[in-house]
C-alpha cells in the first residue's frame, strides 16, 4: 500500500537527509518430481533515513513506519551524520542535486490470482512435463514473484513513488545420459505481476518442449574442445558478460577502489561495432526490464552510454561518486530493503544491436560454437571472468552441428570485446537477473548475438 504524504516529515531534516518508505513482498512456490516442496509468502517493509555533513553519511532504519518511528530514524541519521563528521569530515563538500518527482505504479489492471490458482498453475507445468517426458529423472517447477514499492523524499526537493512487480517461472529437466545426469533450465516472465506476464498453463507448452528437445539435443551431445575459438555468443549469454565482466568495472565507486576501468577513460576497450548502455527505465521505445525513473537517493535516473563505438565514455554514478569526477549523477543509486543503503548498481545493461544477421554469422564460422545460456560464473575488477556454459552447439563449416555438454568461457572482457567482428541486428533481454553486489538486487541484461575469440574450456 502506498506511503502517502511523505512531504510532512520534511521539517524534520537538520542536514542534507534522504528518507525512504518501503516495503518488498514476495512469493514462491516449488514442485519437485509432483510434490510442492516450497509455498512461502512475506513482506520487508520499514523506513530508512541517510543525513550528509561534511562528506560523511548517517545512516539509521527501522522496522516500523509510523510518525514517531519516521522522526526517530530522521534524528538518528543525522546525530549519526554529526557525529562522523566531527571525527572524519572534511569539509563542507556539496552534493550534485537533480530532484526527480515520478510516480510509477506498474500494478496489474487484471483480477489477482488466489494461492491455490498459483498453486494449480504450478502443478499443471508439473503434470505437463510428467505426462509428457516419463523419462526424465527429475523435474522441478518454481514460481516466484517480488514487488518493490518504495516511497522517498530527499532535502532537495525530490518526491517519488514506485511500485515495480516481477513474476518468474523457472524449469527444470534433467535426463540419464549414460549413468550421468544431464540438466538444463529456462526462465518466463519478467516485469510485472503474474498476471500480466502469464494466461493459461497451455501457453507455455511448446516453450517446454522446446526446452525439452534442446535437452535432448545436450544429452546426445560432445565435449567442447579446449583452446582459443570461433565463438558465437547469444544475447542471454552477451547480456550477462555485459553486466558481469564489463559492468561492474565502470561502477564509479569500484572504479575508485581500483577497478581497471580507472586507467581506460576515453580509450579504446573493444571493438567499434560494440555500444554499451545502462538504461534508466526505456530502451528502443519500450520500457525496460528493470525500470528506475527515479534512484534511491532521488536523483532523476538517465541512460549512462559505457562503451560508444568501442571506447570508454561514462562511468556510472551515485552523487557522492559524481561529485568525486566532477560529472553529472546519472541516477544508479539503489537499494534492495528499507535497510539498505544505496549503492551504485546497474539498472538494465545492455549491448546495443547491430546490423548482421543471425544466420550470417554463423555462416562464417568455419570451426567454432554457438553458445546459448550460462550458469553460474565470476568476474572481478580487472574483467576478467569465467562463465559456465550449459547450453550450445558446435558449427562446422558454417552449420550448427551436435550440441556440446556443460563447459566453460573465459578470459579478459576488454580484450575479448576488441575481438567482436560481428554483432546482430535484433535484441533480446534477461529479465530475470540478479546482482549480488553486497545486496542482492533485480536487474536487467540484454543485447544482440554477437561474434568473437574466446577461451573455451573442455576436453581435449
Same mark, same amino acid.
Given at each position: 500500500m502506498r506511503y502517502t504524504d511523505i512531504r510532512r516529515h520534511a521539517g524534520l531534516f537538520g542536514e542534507y537527509t534522504e528518507l525512504r518508505v518501503q516495503e518488498n513482498r514476495s512469493a514462491r512456490i516449488s514442485v519437485l518430481n509432483g510434490d510442492i516442496v516450497g509455498n512461502a509468502s512475506g513482506s520487508q517493509s520499514g523506513v530508512s533515513a541517510r543525513a550528509?555533513?561534511?562528506?560523511?553519511?548517517?545512516?539509521?532504519?527501522?522496522p516500523e513506519s509510523d510518525d514517531t518511528a519516521?522522526?526517530?530514524?530522521?534524528?538518528?541519521?543525522?546525530?549519526?551524520?554529526?557525529?562522523?563528521?566531527?571525527?572524519?569530515?572534511?569539509?563542507?563538500?556539496?552534493?550534485?542535486?537533480?530532484?526527480?518527482?515520478?510516480?510509477?505504479?506498474?500494478?496489474?489492471?487484471?483480477?489477482? !490470482?488466489?494461492?491455490?490458482?498459483?498453486?494449480?498453475?504450478?502443478?499443471d507445468l508439473d503434470a505437463y512435463i510428467n505426462n509428457r517426458y516419463p523419462h526424465l529423472v527429475s523435474r522441478s517447477v518454481s514460481l516466484s514473484q517480488l514487488d518493490m514499492e518504495k516511497s522517498a523524499l530527499t532535502a532537495d526537493g525530490s518526491d517519488a513513488y514506485s511500485l515495480i512487480p516481477r513474476s518468474l517461472v523457472a524449469i527444470s529437466l534433467t535426463v540419464d545420459a549414460k549413468g550421468e545426469p544431464i540438466?538444463?533450465?529456462?526462465?518466463?516472465?519478467?516485469?510485472?505481476?503474474?498476471?500480466?506476464?502469464?494466461?493459461?498453463?497451455?501457453?507455455?507448452?511448446?516453450?517446454?518442449?522446446? !526446452?525439452?528437445?534442446? !535437452?535432448?539435443?545436450?544429452?546426445?551431445?560432445?565435449y567442447a574442445r579446449p583452446g582459443t575459438r570461433d565463438v558465437i555468443l547469444d544475447p542471454d549469454l552477451a547480456g550477462i558478460l555485459a553486466h558481469e565482466a564489463i559492468g561492474h568495472t565502470v561502477e564509479a565507486d569500484l572504479v575508485?577502489?581500483?577497478?581497471?576501468?580507472?586507467?581506460?577513460?576515453?580509450k579504446t576497450v573493444a571493438s567499434p561495432l560494440i555500444t554499451l548502455v545502462d538504461f534508466a527505465n526505456t530502451a528502443m521505445g519500450a520500457t525496460c526490464p528493470v525500470p528506475v525513473w527515479t534512484d534511491d537517493e532521488g536523483?532523476?535516473?538517465?541512460?549512462?552510454? !559505457?562503451?560508444?563505438?568501442?571506447?570508454?565514455?561514462?562511468?556510472?554514478?551515485?552523487?557522492?561518486?559524481?561529485?568525486?569526477?566532477?560529472?553529472?549523477?546519472?541516477?544508479?543509486?539503489?537499494?534492495?530493503?528499507?535497510?539498505?543503503?544505496?549503492?551504485?548498481?546497474?539498472?538494465?545493461?545492455?549491448?546495443?544491436?547491430?546490423?548482421?544477421?543471425?544466420?550470417?554469422?554463423?555462416?562464417?564460422?568455419?570451426?567454432?560454437?554457438y553458445f546459448l545460456r550460462s550458469s553460474n560464473g565470476q568476474a572481478d575488477s580487472t574483467s576478467e571472468f569465467m562463465f559456465g556454459v550449459v547450453m550450445g552447439y558446435e558449427i562446422k563449416g558454417g552449420k550448427l552441428g551436435s550440441a556440446v555438454h556443460d563447459c566453460t568461457i573465459s578470459g579478459v572482457a576488454f580484450d575479448m570485446l576488441k575481438t567482436v567482428t560481428m554483432v546482430s541486428d535484433d535484441m533480446s533481454w534477461t529479465a530475470a537477473g540478479m546482482c549480488g553486489k553486497k545486496?542482492?538486487?533485480?536487474?536487467?541484461?540484454?543485447?544482440p548475438a554477437v561474434k568473437c575469440r574466446i577461451n573455451v574450456g573442455g576436453r581435449a
Open positions: 550528509f555533513k561534511d562528506g560523511v553519511w548517517g545512516f539509521a532504519s527501522s519516521i522522526g526517530a530514524c530522521i534524528g538518528r541519521a543525522t546525530a549519526n551524520a554529526r557525529f562522523l563528521a566531527s571525527v572524519e569530515g572534511h569539509g563542507s563538500s556539496v552534493l550534485p542535486s537533480r530532484p526527480g518527482s515520478s510516480v510509477r505504479d506498474l500494478s496489474t489492471a487484471k483480477p489477482r !490470482l488466489s494461492r491455490k490458482d498459483l498453486i494449480d498453475f504450478v502443478r540438466d538444463l533450465y529456462d526462465v518466463f516472465g519478467g516485469r510485472g505481476h503474474f498476471e500480466d506476464n502469464f494466461g493459461e498453463p497451455s501457453l507455455l507448452y511448446p516453450a517446454i518442449d522446446a !526446452l525439452a528437445e534442446r !535437452l535432448s539435443h545436450k544429452a546426445g551431445g560432445v575508485l577502489g581500483g577497478s581497471v576501468a580507472a586507467d581506460y577513460m576515453n536523483i532523476e535516473a538517465r541512460d549512462a552510454v !559505457l562503451i560508444d563505438q568501442g571506447v570508454l565514455r561514462s562511468y556510472m554514478h551515485n552523487k557522492e561518486t559524481a561529485a568525486r569526477f566532477g560529472v553529472e549523477p546519472t541516477g544508479n543509486a539503489r537499494a534492495f530493503g528499507f535497510y539498505d543503503e544505496p549503492l551504485v548498481r546497474m539498472r538494465n545493461t545492455a549491448i546495443l544491436p547491430g546490423v548482421s544477421k543471425l544466420t550470417d554469422m554463423i555462416a562464417s564460422v568455419d570451426d567454432g560454437y545486496q542482492s538486487i533485480p536487474v536487467g541484461m540484454g543485447g
